[in-house]
Nanobody
């Protein structure tokens, strides 16, 4: 089992910045993908960004150039630096770890990000 603990959400004005963190513990295998997804009210959960254990990243078009995903493999922690935030970024953000060896997804409890003036 893998446990994920997220932190860093909150209320920010448009144009502001936030940094999300997600620490993974438990049965973590070295080769995995870590990422962030979000779900706005009345909408489906969508991918925000992912990062492979080797560092390769992938971003949703809506956040390219504004968000940066990174990870510390020694700490099993993934980060999401969010800059130039917009009201449409408002959502619950979920951390995800995909273990390739077992083809299993693990999810955090979610952290609220609200962008409003």
């Amino acid at each position: 089992q893998v446990q994920l603990v997220e932190s860093g959400g909150g209320l920010v004005q448009p144009g502001g910045s936030l940094r999300l963190s997600c620490a993974a513990s438990g049965s973590i295998f070295t080769i995995n993908a870590m990422g962030w997804y979000r779900q706005a009210p009345g909408k489906q959960r969508e991918l925000v960004a992912t990062i492979m254990s080797g560092g390769r990243t992938n971003y949703a078009d809506s956040v390219k150039g504004r968000f940066t995903i990174s990870r510390d493999n020694a700490k099993n922690t993934v980060y999401l630096q969010m800059n130039s935030l917009k009201p449409e970024d408002t959502a619950v953000y979920y951390c995800n770890v995909h273990q390739w060896v077992s083809d299993t997804d693990y999810w955090g409890q979610g952290t609220q990000v609200t962008v409003s003036s």
